[in-house]
């Protein structure tokens, strides 16, 4: 028989105390007996709680049975007395509990499928991505190819052969999509076992696992973005001159700045320095996370003066609702019936060009397309982002861009 040496009016005093001097800098954690083995433990703070403290094989073991008042002395007692009873009959509290716990997550883990992980898990990362395009191709390809085959399983019972299911019929022809949609599933089950509701290693992982059972690729040539000729840059400006609306300006100034088409499209107006002719891109659009100044050249300055009336809202290029910044300049190209190049490739026009004809050192040009350098040391020695030199290369760009072209002869 247990022996108490608390009562109710007891107990009381002694937290009441407790929560006053929590008031103190005297403040201090107690534990308090009731007998053997049945404690209250009340932290500086004045909270208290019920404990239960054992030995097994010379190791020390607690359990919790439950915050004071809402337990009261008489519950705690009878909790206490339920803990003794297991030990006698050799169950050890403490690892029946945590057994009890994982049994719930087991129980938890049926319920849940892949198709629900997924979409807990993209609800947790969409925070972290820079915009809803990349959460939605996420969805698509989760749904368009993994959620047929193991969309209804539950998250514990994935496996390998699963895992190939879903990749082996398009490794080869769909190469690029099978291997983003590889590390996808991967990450929602590197995620379902953290939080544990799947144990083992994960059945996606590539490394020393599906590098082994997918058939190897052979090497192909890295694929670029589809350019235009620097030398065709000024005549394709004339023929841009003769296009209507807010993307044709909008295509010449991504061309005169050497920008990204998401850099431009989501351009707002606080954003420009009319006076020291600078556009300040802030990190959080940009690829690299690093802020990028762009010096504008007078076309530049030009074309934002000229739709800044048209122009309603924040965004610079926007649609034709309000403050809503456009969509893509690739339709523009269709509807001039330019084919074979991208937005994307006026960028590597410009490069083409400074490498070839003018003297501007690599760092500068790289700079001016906000490119993160390859060497380590380089990056540590280069503190500048040498906007003088290059808005010298941008007026220059811009001067090129608006050479008349020759009149070839009939």
């Keep these: 028989m247990a022996?108490?040496?608390?009562?109710?009016?007891?107990?009381?005093?002694?937290?009441?105390?407790?929560?006053?001097?929590?008031?103190?800098?005297?403040?201090?954690?107690?534990?308090?007996?009731?007998?053997?083995?049945?404690?209250?433990?009340?932290?500086?703070?004045?909270?208290?709680?019920?404990l239960f403290r054992y030995m097994v094989t010379g190791k020390a073991h607690t359990v919790g049975l439950g915050g004071y008042p809402k337990v009261s002395l008489k519950i705690a007692r009878v909790k206490a007395q339920e803990v003794r009873d297991s030990l006698a009959n050799g169950i050890d509290p403490s690892l029946a509990k945590k057994e009890a716990a994982r049994q719930q997550k087991i129980?938890?883990?049926?319920?849940?499928?892949?198709?629900?992980?997924?979409?807990?898990?993209?609800?947790?990362?969409?925070?972290?991505?820079?915009n809803a395009k990349h959460s939605q191709q996420w969805t698509?390809?989760?749904?368009?190819?993994?959620?047929?085959v193991i969309g209804k399983m539950p998250i514990a019972h994935i496996d390998t052969a699963d895992v190939l299911k879903i990749l082996s019929p398009i490794w080869t022809t769909k190469h690029e999509i099978a291997s983003r949609l590889r590390g996808r599933i991967e990450s929602v089950l590197g995620w379902a076992t953290v939080h544990g509701w799947r144990a083992?290693?994960?059945?996606?992982?590539?490394?020393?696992?599906?590098?082994?059972?997918?058939?190897?690729?052979?090497?192909t040539v890295q694929k670029h973005h589809a350019?235009?000729?620097?030398?065709q840059?000024?005549?394709?400006?004339?023929?841009?001159?003769a296009q209507d609306g807010m993307g044709r300006y909008a295509l010449e100034f991504l061309i005169l700045c050497a920008s990204r088409t998401g850099e431009v499209i989501?351009?707002?107006?606080?954003?420009?320095?009319?006076?020291?002719?600078?556009?300040?891109?802030?990190?959080?659009?940009?690829?690299?996370?690093?802020e990028h100044r762009v010096p504008m050249s007078n076309r530049a300055i030009e074309i934002l003066k000229t739709i800044k009336p048209f122009s309603t809202g924040t965004h610079v290029f926007n649609s034709d609702k309000r403050d809503k910044p456009m969509s893509s300049m690739t339709m523009l190209l269709r509807r001039m019936k330019v084919s074979g190049i991208t937005v994307h490739g006026f960028r590597s026009s410009f490069r083409d060009w400074v490498g070839e004809k003018t003297d501007y050192p690599f760092?500068?040009?790289?700079?001016?397309?906000a490119h993160s350098l390859p060497n380590a040391v380089q990056v540590a020695y280069l503190r500048s982002d040498f906007v003088e030199k290059r808005t010298e290369m941008m007026r220059d760009w811009a001067t090129f861009v608006a050479t008349v072209p020759a009149k070839t002869s009939e």
């Design 200 to 219: 083992g290693p994960n059945p996606a992982r590539f490394k020393d696992h599906l590098e082994h059972l997918l058939p190897k690729r052979q090497a």
């Design 3 to 50: 022996l108490n040496k608390l009562t109710d009016l007891k107990l009381e005093s002694i937290v009441s105390k407790a929560r006053k001097a929590a008031q103190t800098p005297d403040a201090k954690s107690a534990l308090v007996g009731d007998g053997s083995g049945l404690y209250l433990s009340i932290t500086k703070a004045g909270s208290a709680s019920w």
């Design 107 to 130: 129980a938890t883990s049926k319920a849940k499928t892949f198709d629900t992980c997924v979409t807990e898990y993209i609800e947790l990362q969409r925070p972290s991505w820079n």
């Design 233 to 241: 840059i000024p005549a394709f400006i004339k023929q841009l001159e």
């Design 266 to 290: 989501g351009a707002v107006w606080s954003e420009f320095d009319f006076e020291k002719r600078i556009w300040t891109i802030p990190a959080t659009r940009m690829k690299a996370k690093v």
């Design 227 to 231: 350019a235009m000729p620097y030398a």
């Design 140 to 148: 698509n390809t989760l749904n368009a190819y993994a959620a047929p």
């Design 363 to 369: 760092h500068v040009a790289e700079q001016a397309l």
